[in-house]
């Protein structure tokens, strides 16, 4: 989880290669927040050995889709769709990894 001064600003949660979790509050939106979760989230994916993160975002989140492109994210064939209503779509982006620089533990915000 990521503070502002103390006051919940977001978080991100990793898991089986997956970038899975990765939420701002709209408040701290455009304020470094998000960088800096998806960059904690692909250390810890970095530190559990994974040469490539996936993660699904709804097909209709562009604001999601551009924040992940810029950071040179690109969209995979695979999608699916959401099991709950109104049934979106979700679609696959993929990251190639970097080895964990020696030492890296994978720290905090």
């Known amino acids: ?8 600003a977001g978080a991100v949660s990793v898991g089986k ?16 927040v998000g960088s800096a979760l998806h960059d904690l989230g692909l250390e810890r994916l970095r530190a559990q050995g994974f040469q490539e993160a996936r993660l699904w975002t709804l097909e209709g989140n562009d604001v999601g ?8 994210w690109s969209l995979t064939e695979e999608t699916r769709v959401v099991p709950y209503p109104p049934n979106p779509i979700d679609v696959q982006y993929a990251l190639p990894l970097e080895p964990a620089p ?8």
């Open 1 to 8: 989880m990521a503070e502002v001064e103390g006051v919940p």
């Open 17 to 32: 290669g997956f970038l899975s979790t990765l939420y701002v509050l709209p408040a701290y939106q455009g304020s470094g």
């Open 65 to 72: 889709r551009r924040f992940y492109e810029h950071r040179g």
């Open 102 to 109: 020696s030492g890296s533990g994978g720290g905090g915000i």
